[in-house]
């Protein structure tokens, strides 16, 4: 199965030659495959263009979510307290750069005091995300809660849940924080967001990817009336049904057993 964006990922993560090797490698075994799993139409469409696979090959069976685990992980105690005179963001990920949370780090810049960020995740940018925040005399306003094995405890007493990713392969977090029934807002990045956001009013998509436009955006939706809130979040947990386990392993058994059938 194919959980990446392959083009994008090769191209930060390895020299020219070695790509250009791993990429015939990749070619070799996937142009062989009786079958093969992409987690988003996006990544099919990666696929096809970087290793010119055949589409009927390709099968899309989004991530399966354990949605009854996750409201109940979501239940428990938190060792950090979220402040309950703010207005708060969260957002969980790997620190890295695809992830784009230094993007959201700068946002903060152009809102409010009574608005605070909490950062739930560890990753190679950790120390260079922590001096952006100090640079920027964010410390009050913005908190690194770590890697947290449990981080639904977090994201279902936030406001909002934001995903401000240059580019994802699916966004497993999002569906997450909809079975939370947080409201979520996300870039309109390749890929996945849009697959999981669009046509179904369970969240908010934003376009323009950058720290102002993102900034505007979170005030729009902090300003909204609670009535309006209530629905899209009721709408996502509904969304997030689609993606449940139970759902998703049936796809993988009937597109095997079409295989070895």
Request: proline fraction near 2%; aromatic fraction near 10%.
């Amino acid at each position: 199965s194919q959980h990446n964006i392959w083009s994008k990922d090769a191209k930060l993560k390895y020299s020219r030659w070695r790509s250009y090797i791993l990429k015939k490698i990749n070619k070799f075994f996937l142009s062989r495959s009786a079958l093969i799993i992409s987690i988003s139409e996006g990544v099919k469409s990666d696929l096809i263009d970087t290793f010119c696979i055949d589409s009927d090959k390709i099968k899309v069976i989004y991530n399966p979510t354990d949605v009854k685990n996750i409201i109940k992980l979501s239940k428990d105690g938190m060792q950090y307290k979220l402040s309950n005179n703010t207005f708060n963001l969260i957002v969980v990920g790997r620190l890295t750069y695809s992830k784009g949370i230094d993007i959201l780090i700068n946002s903060m810049l152009h809102l409010d005091d009574d608005i605070n960020l909490y950062i739930v995740g560890d990753g190679e940018l950790n120390l260079t995300l922590k001096e952006l925040v100090i640079d920027n005399g964010l410390e009050n306003r913005v908190h690194f809660l770590g890697f947290q094995e449990n981080p639904y405890k977090y994201i279902s007493r936030a406001d909002l849940f934001i995903l401000p990713c240059r580019w994802e392969g699916f966004g497993n977090v999002l569906v997450e924080a909809l079975a939370c029934r947080t409201p979520v807002l996300s870039f309109n990045c390749p890929v996945g967001p849009n697959e999981i956001l669009s046509d179904y009013e369970v969240g908010f998509l934003l376009n323009n990817m950058d720290a102002y436009s993102l900034s505007k955006k979170i005030l729009e939706i902090k300003s909204l009336d609670k009535y309006s809130l209530s629905n899209i979040v009721d709408k996502g947990y509904l969304r997030s049904l689609d993606f449940d386990s139970v759902k998703v392993s049936k796809e993988y058994v009937i597109n095997i057993d079409k295989v070895l059938s």
